[in-house]
């Protein structure tokens, strides 16, 4: 009920906040710029691909830490590869762009991301690092250079240049609104799938549950080390199963999480292909469109 609240409230703020932008003779942001099919798709695009990216950050740190066993600087290290595999790509793709054009790369870029998402979906607790996991951090990574470095391009080419503060803000609030829906929105796609198949599992435990002290049951379903926490302080001759619950229970979780980011990285760059124009518009026209 609250959630719904929320939304609501959001909505309304949202229009509101639209419709006196655009009744002002200077405003903070000139809203009509989204009439600009290459402005709009490219920051949708850039939206999208954060939103996947920090969605499943959000959750693999996790999948590192508490499945894999790694300590938090273990886990910062074995993501490496990703920065690796943006920074080598990210001037290249801003090369292609100018050949090919934003369309075709951006939408490659987001479809590499979905492919490495989906690649993530299928691993378990002991599939290789050096293997699955690491190509398909290095797809994704690959794939976000390709969305961001020519879509930045497509924000900023889109406007006049006394409107590049303007750009630059809307590319950068794409990002962090991305990113922030990701989390909340990923988590609770993973919480929804590992929560009752955790409690599920727990049951099946015998005699775990009603062991268990008053409201700890409901940590566990609510936080991933919190359930960890509770299977290491665990009986011995329970243990290997409540951990191995909740290896199980955050796989299951994990796995449609990935599904999911994956899926929108694909409705992304078929959007990319369908809204994004190629090319920017001579500027001259632009400033009339605006006008």
Known sequence: MKSNVGFAVAVLALAFFIRFESRQQHPLLEVRFFRNARFSAATASIGIAFFCLFGFTFLVTQYFQFVRGYDPLSSGIHTL???????????????????????????TGLFFMS??????????????????????????????????????????????????????????????????????????????LYSPRLIELFGKVQGLLPALPEGVAEQARESVGAAYAIGQQSPE???????????????????????????????????????????????????????
Not at 121 to 138: C, E, H, K, N, Q
Not at 161 to 182: C, Q, T
Not at 256 to 275: D, K, P, Q
Not at 280 to 288: Q, R, V, Y
């Open 115 to 192: 492919i490495g998402f989906f690649i993530m979906s299928r691993v378990d607790a002991d599939t290789a690092f050096w293997g699955p996991v690491i190509i398909a951090m290095l797809i994704m990574a690959c794939g976000l250079s390709l969305v961001t470095s020519p879509s930045t391009e497509a924000v900023m080419g889109s406007l006049p240049r006394e409107k590049a503060g303007v750009g630059s803000a809307v590319n950068d609030l794409s990002r962090e609104v991305g990113g922030v829906l990701g989390v909340a929105v990923t988590g609770s796609v993973f919480l929804s």
């Open 81 to 107: 590869p990703f920065a690796v595999g943006a920074g080598v790509t990210a001037p290249i793709a801003a090369r292609v762009a100018l050949r090919w054009g934003t369309t075709r790369v951006v939408a």
């Open 237 to 291: 001759v329970v243990r290997p199963q409540v951990l191995s619950a909740v290896s199980e229970s955050f796989m299951h979780g994990f796995g449609a999480a990935s599904l999911f980011v994956s899926a929108m990285a694909l409705v992304g760059s078929i959007a990319a292909l369908r809204f994004l124009p190629a090319r920017a518009a001579a500027t001259a026209d632009l400033i009339t469109a605006e006008a």
